[in-house]
């Protein structure tokens, strides 16, 4: 087991960049990375490039909240969602990488008949699935988050709540080190500062990628780009079903007693939890607007800060500390999108919007199999892109209003 609290030192070893590659994966976010990882650690394919625009890490996978759950709407998700989180079970000593993997279990409050009703079918469905999520009173649910005021401030009482004990945090940045560095001992060429800027084309085939150093070619182009797959995706001609929309969170300065669990909010679409640090960190919905801007607003802390306090009064005496938003890749129907495109040697990992923290391992996995052997595993073969054209979506509530 890795010593919990032990900051472990993270060895890089970054490396030039070849001009041929049997795969480049674009994008050094969790996915791209974890790909990388197990390509080579499952199926001994390590001649591997991971193209970063910036600095891994730089997207969402370094901007978000952290929560790790599998209470999903789908059973199709909840089977993925499941998978996940039983990899980021012993993905610290996988890795040999500590990342402050924290269980606290995740509340989900419902302030109305209709939230009871589908907070009653949610635990139904995971249950049925053999994820653990059950209904809790409002006096259970104040029990394992003292704080929590049961009137919502006199104006939002709660009623019940679902309760997912699985529910865990990890430290964001690490996990993407932890990958980052796990690939790199294994020969995969993490590079960064290298933006891809187009497709190597051959018919309607892909064969390479753009960069400003030159063309890199590959049997396989993986694009792993977060809340710019669009704009990749267009340059092989595929048109996704993809808005992007910025997310936005803060953490207030540190609080001084313990706050146990992940507290979420459907109805008023918000949640927080405590970080390592000991201070409260807030999210709440996307941004309704689409948008490739990083800027955060004023209005996303009032209306978070007002939300969450309604809550947790506690709050109202600690100050922002911080403020930042991500670009989120939300799909037609809240479910990643992963495999074929239609176009040969182009794949995608999207579709992870709000969500896609906790998906890592299993996201990464599962592309790398698709990769190494040209099949599509059971887990995700409902998350093709060709179910738009089939009419099989996976509308899945349970990806949004809470991570
Ligand atoms: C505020 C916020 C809170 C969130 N909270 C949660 C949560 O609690 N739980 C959860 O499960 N999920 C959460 N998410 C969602 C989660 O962070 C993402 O779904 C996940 O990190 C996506 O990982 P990724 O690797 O696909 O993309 P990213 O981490 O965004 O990585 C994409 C990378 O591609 C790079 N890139 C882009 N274009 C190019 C190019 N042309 N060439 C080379 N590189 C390029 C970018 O610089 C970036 O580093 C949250 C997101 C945000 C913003």
Redesign the pocket.
């Known amino acids: 087991m890795i010593e919990e609290g032990v900051e472990r030192r993270i060895a890089f070893r970054w490396a030039q960049p070849k001009r041929t590659y049997d795969v480049v994966i674009?994008?050094?976010?969790?996915?791209?990375?974890?790909t990388a990882y197990y390509l080579a650690a499952r199926h001994g394919i390590s001649d591997v490039a991971v193209?970063?625009?910036?600095?891994?890490?730089?997207?969402?996978?370094?901007?978000?909240?952290?929560?790790?759950?599998a209470n999903y709407g789908v059973p199709e998700a909840v089977r993925f969602y499941g998978h996940s989180v039983d990899l980021y079970a012993t993905l610290e000593d996988e890795l040999e990488c500590s990342f402050i993997h924290q269980a606290k279990g995740l509340i989900w409050l419902a302030h109305t008949e209709t939230a009871m009703r589908a907070e009653r079918a949610r635990s139904l469905l995971n249950l049925a699935c053999g994820i653990e999520t059950v209904m809790i009173t409002p006096q259970e649910a104040k029990g394992l988050c003292p704080q929590l005021d049961l009137s919502g401030g006199g104006r939002y009482p709660v009623l019940g709540a679902s309760y997912h004990p699985r529910a865990s945090?990890a430290r964001?940045d690490r996990v993407?080190w932890g990958y980052a560095a796990a690939a790199m001992r294994r020969g995969v060429h993490v590079i960064q500062g290298?933006?891809?800027?187009g497709l190597l084309r051959d018919g309607d085939r892909v064969t390479g990628?753009e960069?400003a150093s030159g063309p890199i070619r590959a049997r396989v182009v993986l694009s792993?780009?977060?809340?710019?797959v669009t704009?990749?995706a267009g340059q092989a001609g595929v048109r996704l079903p993809i808005r992007t929309h910025?997310?936005?969170?803060f953490v207030t300065n540190g609080y001084a007693e313990d706050f146990g669990p992940i507290l979420s909010d459907t109805e008023l679409l918000c949640?927080a939890s405590q970080t390592g640090r000991g201070q409260m960190l807030v999210?709440a919905e996307f941004d309704p607007q689409p948008s490739y801007s990083l800027r955060s607003s004023f209005s996303f802390l009032q209306s978070a800060s007002a939300k969450i306090v309604h809550l947790l009064p506690f709050m109202r005496d600690l100050r922002i500390l911080r403020q930042?938003?991500?670009?989120?890749?939300i799909s037609a129907d809240f479910s990643p999108i992963l495999g074929a495109t239609g176009v040969d040697g182009f794949l995608v990992?999207?579709g992870?919007?709000?969500?896609?923290?906790?998906?890592?391992p299993a996201?990464g996995e599962a592309m790398a199999e698709v990769i190494a052997t040209g099949r599509t595993p059971d887990l995700i073969a409902p998350f093709a892109l060709d179910r738009f054209a089939a009419d099989h979506l996976l509308a899945d509530q349970g990806s949004t209003g809470t991570?």
Do not use: M
Request: contains cysteine; charged residues 10%; hydrophobic residues 35%.
């Open positions: 674009v994008g050094g976010g969790g996915h791209g990375l974890a193209l970063e625009a910036r600095y891994i890490g730089a997207g969402n996978s370094g901007r978000n909240t952290t929560i790790i759950r945090t964001h993407v290298t933006p891809v800027t990628v960069t792993a780009v977060g809340g710019n704009a990749l910025p997310l936005q969170a949640y999210g930042w938003s991500g670009i989120c890749d990992t999207t992870w919007g709000t969500w896609g923290f906790k998906a890592i996201g991570r």
